[in-house]
């Protein structure tokens, strides 16, 4: 017997999702300080090196990639555009090479190159997920913002040290709403496996 929330047949997706990519995150790049001109860096996984240029322009250019590898565009300039935050100060963001979206994150794909996630018709893996199985990550989630080691197994944990008692009332809302729709969300899911048991009988007994 599988585990709870496992009932879903398995079908075939049309979309990759957006784990089975290289992830390029400008968030993570400002972060450390990589997006000074000058500054290289090598991506194995695409056999690819990423080069900052003066412009503000990262440039994505493959060497030592395979014969058989399929033919990239000898150099694709990823331009990096600054917004303007809120209270004061810049922050960066992308591009997308291929369309005028703006995206903080970009995907990469031997033969393909870098493209935003729409332009790479990438699914996120929680959307190929059933309802019950979102609901319990989102609660999981918000558990572990209070305890790193708590789960829907355990109580409700305290109030974290220095977190305001505002902000913990929320969070415990929030839990308290996700974890109130298991129930319903568990019963559709059983709905919908038992209807799909039932068609798979069908199926066998008519020689399907």
């Known amino acids: 017997m599988g585990a709870l929330g496992s009932g879903r047949w398995v079908r075939p997706t049309r979309k990759k999702t ?29 056999g690819c090196r990423l080069e900052v240029t003066d412009q503000g322009l990262v440039s994505y ?16 300039r990823l331009p990096v555009l ?21 995206a903080y994150l970009l995907y990469g794909e031997v033969g393909h190159g870098w493209r935003c996630r729409t332009c790479a018709a990438l699914a ?25 080691g708590n789960c829907l197994m355990f109580p409700v944990p305290q109030r974290p040290p220095r977190m305001h008692r505002r902000t913990y009332a929320r969070l ?20 919908a496996d038992r209807a799909q048991l039932t068609q798979l009988t069908q199926d066998v007994q008519q020689g399907v």
Do not use: K
């Open 18 to 46: 957006v784990t089975a990519c290289v992830q390029l995150d400008i968030r993570q790049l400002a972060r450390v300080g990589a997006l000074r001109p000058g500054t290289r860096l090598w991506v194995p996984a695409l």
């Open 61 to 76: 250019r493959h060497d030592r990639l395979p014969s058989s590898t399929p033919p990239l565009q000898g150099q694709q």
């Open 172 to 191: 415990v809302a929030q839990i308290q709403r996700h974890e109130g729709g298991l129930v319903p969300a568990w019963q559709n899911q059983l709905q």
């Open 124 to 148: 996120y893996p929680s959307q190929w997920e059933s309802a019950l199985l979102r609901q319990m990550d989102r609660a999981n989630r918000l558990r572990r913002r209070l305890d790193p």
């Open 82 to 102: 600054w917004r303007a935050c809120r209270f004061g100060g810049q922050r960066p963001i992308f591009q997308c090479p291929t369309c005028p979206r703006h």
